[in-house]
């Protein structure tokens, strides 16, 4: 499955933002999607992450609250509804598809599952 996040851009400190994440190809029932995000000189880290059969979600700590992750399954589309954000939400967004729950995908790394390109999201303060 091949995946095309887009939605990213730059916002204020308190305001709102919605990524989406087409997929081309199928997901299967068995698999979950997940967003993640890099900041600059930091890791990668899971933010969200969607059960593709049902609405089982997980959501980071930091996020919790703030963020809701949905998933359109007649358009093969995740969404990320970002709001209150804060500067600690800076940083490029990858959408990636694995295999399990979504709280098995929380460690999902590059090489054991799809993953699209990034968006960049901005937030200023």
């Known amino acids: 499955v091949q995946l095309q996040a887009s939605g990213g851009g730059l916002a204020q400190a308190g305001g709102s933002l919605r990524l989406s994440c087409a997929a081309s190809g199928r997901i299967f029932s068995s698999n979950a999607v997940g967003w993640f995000r890099q900041a600059p000189g930091k890791e990668r880290e899971f933010v969200a992450a969607?059960?593709?059969?049902?609405?089982?979600?997980k959501y980071a700590a930091s996020v919790q609250g703030r963020f809701t992750v949905s998933r359109d399954k007649t358009r093969n589309t995740v969404f990320l509804q970002m709001n209150s954000l804060n500067s600690e939400d800076t940083g490029v967004y990858y959408c990636?598809?694995?295999?399990?729950?979504?709280?098995?995908?929380?460690?999902?790394?590059?090489?054991?599952?799809?993953w699209g390109q990034g968006t960049q999201v901005t937030v200023s303060s």
């Open positions: 990636a598809v694995g295999f399990g729950s979504p709280a098995a995908i929380v460690s999902l790394t590059p090489r054991s599952g799809s």
């Open positions: 969607i059960a593709w059969s049902d609405n089982r979600t």
